[in-house]
């Protein structure tokens, strides 16, 4: 089962930042927290993903709270293109590989 | 760069019929997984490979599914006497060997889409 729990559904003004809260109380203290997007038709796409510090790369910025129960993603200025499903994800680990879980992710619509 | 190939896009079977769908991972990663999407779903879980091992595949529905990786790239998902339960997207994701955190992020290809009729 899942370990995470997201809104299925969000809305977002093009040009505004877009705020996607992921809650993971259950998650051990050296469980990253993965997030991943699905643009319809296409696979999955890689984001970011984060342990207990903030992180940002060039998609997007990842804000843990310090009990780690809960981190938000933020796509700083969301564009039409960013209109996807959002996966937050706690991966398990075996064997040099990592098998996602993946629950119904919030479903981000950007809009004009 | 090239990313993950597979092959056909679409495919119509019809119930009773075996299929065969290929994964391309990208060139050098170890790791590669298959999952299958039903519409409105997440992706969930079917096989993991590292080189042309199969680790786990505790989440193949039915001894119909088969998965293999012979020479530890390309890998075939077969699914014999296709039910209508079988339609669904499937995913195939590579993965580098683990980097300094313990974990590659996987790399997912466009999917192949089973309608079976």
């Known amino acids: 089962d899942a370990k995470t729990t997201q809104p299925t559904s969000m809305d977002c003004a093009e040009g505004r930042a877009a705020n996607l809260p992921c809650n993971h109380s259950?998650?051990?203290?050296?469980?990253?927290v993965y997030w991943y997007r699905q643009i319809h038709s296409q696979g999955p796409q890689y984001i970011i993903h984060?342990?207990?510090n903030n992180e940002t790369n060039e998609m997007a910025s990842l804000i843990i709270t310090e009990d780690r129960k809960s981190s938000t993603l933020i796509l700083p200025h969301a564009t039409l293109r960013d209109t996807a499903v959002y996966y937050c994800?706690?991966?398990?680990?075996?064997?040099?590989?990592?098998?996602?879980?993946f629950g119904q992710g919030t479903e981000l619509s950007v809009k004009p | 760069g090239a990313g993950v190939s597979q092959s056909p896009r679409y495919k119509v079977a019809k119930r009773g019929q075996d299929v065969a769908l290929r994964c391309d991972p990208i060139?050098?990663?170890?790791?590669l997984f298959w999952y299958q999407q039903a519409l409105g779903q997440g992706p969930e879980f079917l096989t993991y490979?590292?080189?042309?091992?199969?680790?786990?595949k505790s989440g193949l529905p039915s001894d119909r599914f088969f998965a293999e990786r012979p020479e530890g790239s390309v890998s075939t998902l077969k699914i014999q006497r296709t039910q209508q339960e079988d339609s669904a997207v499937y995913l195939c994701?590579?993965?580098?060997?683990?980097?300094?955190?313990?974990?590659?992020?996987?790399?997912f290809g466009n999917g192949t889409r089973l309608t079976v009729t």
């Open positions: 994701a590579s993965s580098p060997p683990p980097g300094g955190q313990g974990y590659s992020p996987l790399h």
């Open positions: 259950t998650i051990s203290g050296n469980e990253y």
């Open positions: 984060g342990l207990k």
């Open positions: 994800i706690a991966p398990e680990f075996y064997n040099q590989g990592g098998k996602l879980i």
């Open positions: 060139s050098g990663h170890v790791s």
């Open positions: 490979f590292q080189n042309e091992a199969q680790l786990d």
